[in-house]
């Protein structure tokens, strides 16, 4: 486990500052955490205008309700899931307002709907090196929510591997923070790749 | 997950190598989608405004309605649940010109304040709940409407164009 601090400590510090009565640090709790936020976001498969909406959303909801973060160190956590419920909830309001939608079929009500695959939207010729072009490629062949999960996590915290794949419904192990099938999965592409060389 | 074989190494504890490969993911994404600019700034300013725990006052603007000749004369009531202000916009003939805000807040002595661009210009309602502000340069404004108990929350209004 790192020692170093990472987005969580970082957003974790300045929060309970802010719950201490130092308001401005809620700045450094933003400046931590939004970019993780954004990334889940748009994990979901929301455009840029809802993926920002979905953000905003989450941190209103912290403003107003901070008692519902219990544990300050969790806040990171809590912004990704609360980010992440708010960018579920556009999707699905903007399937149900889509007139060909088929009543019949039944909306998942768990997993993400509509996600994107990584090899549409994103600007990909911005990726210089061969060992980015080979990382992207072998992430898009995952499975959407190995994405979406190996998405937000890379923004987080290392140590927070095993809380928020376990908050996205993907517990990837009882005990400390193991590899989890998604990493696993992209290590075992990454390994057979001779483009990329760890 | 509905795959029920195992991943090779799935249950191994994380490596340096995985750091590694998510640390490089990260960058990866931020090439091909990072978060628009300026969104950070975005979401300090909206809780700036959240932090006052203030109300946000509802806008009914007026008909601009003709005094003079040449002079029209816009008038806005803003309405919260604990206080309502009432302004008109008078322009100069000038329509780059700075304008006048003649205001009414419902209780007398309320201070209210008018939020521009670059200043906070803070005025004490009269007993009749008048307040005025001169040479106010157009652009977009809005006003807080401060509770007299400091523990109360103060009301704040949308932003308006001038």
Not at chain 1, 6 to 34: K, N, Q, W
Not at chain 1, 46 to 51: H, M, P, V, Y
Not at chain 1, 72 to 98: F, M, Y
Not at chain 1, 167 to 186: K, V, W
């Amino acid at each position: 486990m790192t020692t170093t601090a990472g987005t969580a400590d970082r957003a974790a510090a300045a929060f309970r500052s802010y719950l201490a009565g130092d308001s401005p640090r809620m700045a450094d709790v933003v400046e931590a955490a939004t970019p993780a936020m954004w990334h889940t976001a748009r994990a979901v498969g929301l455009d840029a205008t809802r993926a920002e909406d979905a953000v905003q959303q989450a941190w209103s909801q912290l403003v107003v309700h901070a008692e519902a973060v219990r544990d300050p160190q969790t806040v990171l956590a809590w912004l990704i899931t609360t980010t992440r419920r708010g960018a579920i909830r556009i999707s699905q309001q903007e399937a149900r307002t889509r007139p060909s939608e088929d009543p019949s079929v039944p909306r998942q009500q768990t997993s993400a709907p509509d996600l994107i695959t990584p090899s549409e939207g994103p600007e990909t010729s911005v990726l210089r090196t061969e060992r980015d072009r080979a990382l992207w490629r072998h992430v898009s062949a995952l499975d959407p929510r190995c994405r979406e999960l190996l998405r937000v996590v890379a923004f987080s915290d290392k140590p927070d591997y095993a809380a928020i794949s376990a908050r996205l419904g993907m517990p990837i192990g009882s005990i400390g923070p193991t590899r989890g099938r998604c990493l696993a999965a992209l290590r075992a592409a990454l390994a057979a790749d001779p483009s990329w060389s760890a | 997950m509905n795959t029920s074989y195992p991943v090779p190494g799935e249950y191994e504890p994380l490596d340096d190598i995985d750091r590694q490969v998510l640390s490089e993911l990260a960058q990866v994404y931020t090439q091909v989608d990072p978060p628009p600019a300026g969104m950070t700034d975005r979401v300090i300013f909206n809780l700036t405004l959240a932090g006052l725990h203030a109300e946000i006052a509802e806008l009914q603007r007026g008909e601009p309605a003709l005094t003079r000749a040449d002079q029209s004369v816009e008038s806005m009531t803003f309405s919260g649940s604990r206080s309502s202000l009432m302004v008109t916009v008078t322009p100069d003939v000038d329509p780059e010109a700075p304008v006048r805000i003649d205001g009414w807040v419902t209780r007398g002595g309320t201070t209210v304040e008018l939020v521009t661009a670059d200043a906070v210009l803070a005025r004490v309602a009269d007993d009749r709940g008048r307040l005025a502000w001169e040479f106010i340069p157009r652009g977009v404004i809005h006003f807080v409407i401060r509770a007299d108990d400091p523990s109360e929350p103060s009301t704040i209004t949308p932003r308006v164009e001038l």
